[in-house]
């Protein structure tokens, strides 16, 4: 006698998915999750239908994958914006990830003497802000081999360059060359061993 997989759809409602890339980083966390079958995000209705088996993965265990991505469950409570800026403060100290403009770019990034990463971003973009912190590890681990700057995308115009079509993209450069293209959820130990190699 067989036993017969018994999948679940449900639809989850997300705030804070607003644009195609949403789709893409939503989608890949979720379908890293052992017993999801299919996941299927829709910025325009923001919600995201997941076809799972609840035998292996839990509901709990998907909405801590969206959580994950950077996103929100609509009928989730969370802390307000007040309190986590408040935590932000206390623990802020200097980064070793410099934001860089348009004029910047060319003496910091394409004359670098050393291995340099660029984090193409966006304040208003959930997955990147998910992204900064493995960024600002990366820098931390790394230290002085190499160079870690930040490029806002809706206040410069180099991304477009450089075919950044999804956001957070990060590229490392050597000798004013990209070396590797990172998207949209990289893990830290990627982006020391694109820098490393």
């Known amino acids: 006698m067989t036993s017969e997989k018994t999948y679940i759809t449900k639809l989850i409602p997300i705030t804070r998915m607003d644009c195609p890339t949403c789709v893409?980083?939503?989608?890949?966390e979720t379908m890293k999750l052992n017993g999801v079958n299919k996941a299927q995000a829709n910025y325009i209705t923001k919600?995201?239908?997941?076809?799972y088996d609840?035998?292996?993965?839990?509901?709990?265990?998907?909405?801590?994958?969206?959580?994950?991505?950077?996103?929100?469950?609509?009928y989730?409570?969370?802390p307000s914006i007040g309190s986590k800026l408040k935590k932000l403060l206390q623990k802020e100290k200097p980064s070793k990830v410099?934001?860089?403009?348009d004029s910047d770019f060319p003496g910091k990034i394409l004359h670098a003497s050393k291995p340099v990463a660029v984090l193409f971003s966006s304040p208003t973009c959930p997955t990147c802000q998910v992204?900064?912190?493995?960024?600002?590890?990366?820098?931390?681990?790394?230290?002085?081999?190499?160079?870690?700057?930040?490029?806002?995308?809706?206040?410069?115009?180099?991304?477009?360059?450089?075919?950044?079509l999804t956001i957070p993209t990060i590229l490392t450069f050597r000798e004013g060359q990209v070396k590797e293209r990172l998207t949209p959820l990289p893990k830290?130990?990627?982006?020391?061993k694109a820098l490393s190699t």
């Open 76 to 78: 989730k409570k969370y």
């Open 98 to 101: 410099q934001t860089i403009s």
């Open 131 to 164: 992204v900064k912190p493995l960024y600002v590890e990366a820098a931390e681990d790394l230290g002085e081999k190499a160079e870690f700057y930040e490029m806002d995308i809706s206040s410069s115009e180099t991304w477009r360059r450089y075919d950044i």
């Open 188 to 192: 830290k130990e990627e982006i020391e």
């Open 24 to 28: 893409v980083a939503l989608e890949r």
């Open 47 to 51: 919600t995201m239908k997941v076809t």
């Open 54 to 74: 609840p035998n292996l993965v839990q509901l709990s265990q998907i909405e801590a994958a969206i959580e994950r991505a950077g996103y929100q469950v609509a």
